[in-house]
């Protein structure tokens, strides 16, 4: 922050008060403005010192569990993870997620796209249910395998991408891009055998059918997740397999153990436990 | 269930039959100076002079190329306004009602496409 970063920043916040407000409303709010100060920082200020009715979801402070994602300048973030200075503004006009009903000022309700999301069987799929409960060892995965879908697992659930798609604007029905870029995360993944569950759901109005590519899922992602990428891959997989073309693969095995580990001699041994 | 899955992967194959057809529709008539298609222009000159239109038509490939591009045409772009129509949230018994009708629609003009491709081909032939 040098000598020309203004002292004071102008929140323009949307409210909405279930009860009181039959639409919501814009406040404004001045606050000092600090160094290295995020959006998240801002309302903290708020509403300790100004508006303690201020309201909004946020946990880790470090972009990780996807509470804070709100609309900020007109862009779907994350609030912690987004500093003032990245702005350029001099206002910083907080709302919360479009394409979400609100429950409250900055809170939207996110039910949707979860049960959308659990819709999609978001998790591994295998037959071998007693290996699941009671592991002996760990599913085979190499590293190219692991290719096919680590991007799409460092999705944070935050909602931004949902918040920016024009399709869930308007189409209630379509599950949007976090439930089906998960989906597509668990059918890429060798591990799994759920494709054939899934598309159950995916084959019908609630697939990626819908998604005429605008690309702004991918765009607001905070985690450089691609979304549309995911859906497109996934439209594929579902076209080859209409036609019979989709190469089917059996979920691997439990990997073998390795048999012969050798301590290395230059590693010393750990220091003795002191509890 | 596998209603969308289906048609999307129709309207892809449609889209494939489309980009063939008028690859071979502009390769015939505009790309003829260069590839020399005497056998399809047998009159020699432009590949819209009368003589060749007529020798074409009485090939039984071009009515049957018309029929399937046209098929695949009408298919293609009614189930792209059938989505366009539907991103406007309409309600499931007006959703069903739309694609009956766009149904209706693309039959009648099938129909009335291959009448006359079937027309077009009994006239070159009485020529």
Same mark, same amino acid.
Request: charged share 20%; with cysteine.
């Given at each position: ?275 | ?39 399809l ?9 009368w003589q060749n239109v007529v020798k074409r038509g009485q090939m039984i490939f071009f009515p049957?190329?018309y029929?399937?591009? $046209?098929?695949? /045409? !009408?298919?293609?772009? *009614?189930?792209? %306004?059938?989505?366009? +129509? #539907?991103? =406007?949230?309409?309600? @499931?018994? $007006?959703?069903? /009602? !739309?694609?009956?009708? *766009?149904?209706? %629609?693309?039959?009648? +003009? #099938?129909? =009335?496409?291959?009448? @006359?491709a079937l027309a077009s081909f009994a006239l070159a032939r009485s020529l």
């Amino acid at each position: 922050m040098n000598d020309s970063t203004p002292k004071e920043v102008l929140y323009r916040v949307r409210r909405f008060e279930p009860g009181q407000d039959r639409v919501p409303r814009w406040q404004d709010f001045t606050i000092p403005r600090t160094p290295g100060m995020t959006v998240l920082d801002g309302l903290w200020t708020i509403k300790q010192a100004l508006d303690p009715s201020l309201s909004w979801r946020s946990s880790c402070r470090m972009g990780v569990c996807g509470s804070c994602g709100m609309l900020v300048n007109g862009r779907a973030r994350l609030a912690c993870n987004t500093q003032l200075s990245e702005l350029g503004s001099g206002v910083v006009a907080v709302a919360p997620l479009p394409n979400f009903d609100i429950i409250r000022d900055l809170v939207p309700d996110l039910a949707p796209m979860f049960d959308s999301h659990a819709a999609l069987m978001p998790y591994l799929i295998r037959e071998d249910v007693g290996e699941q409960e009671k592991p002996t060892g760990e599913f085979a995965q190499s590293p190219e395998e692991l290719e096919h879908y680590l991007q799409f697992s460092y999705c944070i659930k935050c909602g931004c991408c949902m918040a920016a798609c024009p399709t869930v604007a308007t189409d209630p029905v379509y599950s949007g891009p976090m439930p089906l870029g998960q989906a597509h995360r668990y059918n890429a993944d060798g591990r799994d055998g759920g494709f054939a569950r899934r598309r159950e759901v995916l084959s019908g109005e609630r697939g990626p059918w819908r998604c005429h590519f605008a690309g702004e899922c991918s765009r607001v992602c905070p985690k450089g997740v691609d979304p549309a990428k995911a859906i497109q891959l996934m439209k594929r997989e579902l076209v080859w397999d209409y036609i019979r073309l989709r190469k089917a693969h059996r979920p691997t095995g439990v990997a073998p153990k390795p048999t012969e580990i050798r301590r290395r001699p230059d590693i010393p041994e750990a220091p003795a436990r002191t509890i | 269930m596998m209603r969308d899955q289906k048609l999307w992967t129709w309207h892809m194959g449609a889209g494939v039959v489309i980009l063939v057809l008028l690859g071979l529709h502009m390769t015939i008539m505009h790309l003829d100076a260069i590839l020399k298609f005497t056998a399809l222009n047998p009159a020699g000159g432009e590949p819209i002079d009368w003589q060749n239109v007529v020798k074409r038509g009485q090939m039984i490939f071009f009515p049957l190329t018309y029929v399937l591009l $046209l098929g695949a /045409a !009408l298919f293609h772009g *009614l189930y792209g %306004v059938r989505n366009i +129509l #539907f991103e =406007l949230s309409p309600s @499931s018994g $007006l959703k069903r /009602a !739309l694609s009956a009708l *766009l149904i209706v %629609v693309g039959l009648g +003009l #099938f129909v =009335l496409g291959t009448l @006359s491709a079937l027309a077009s081909f009994a006239l070159a032939r009485s020529l």
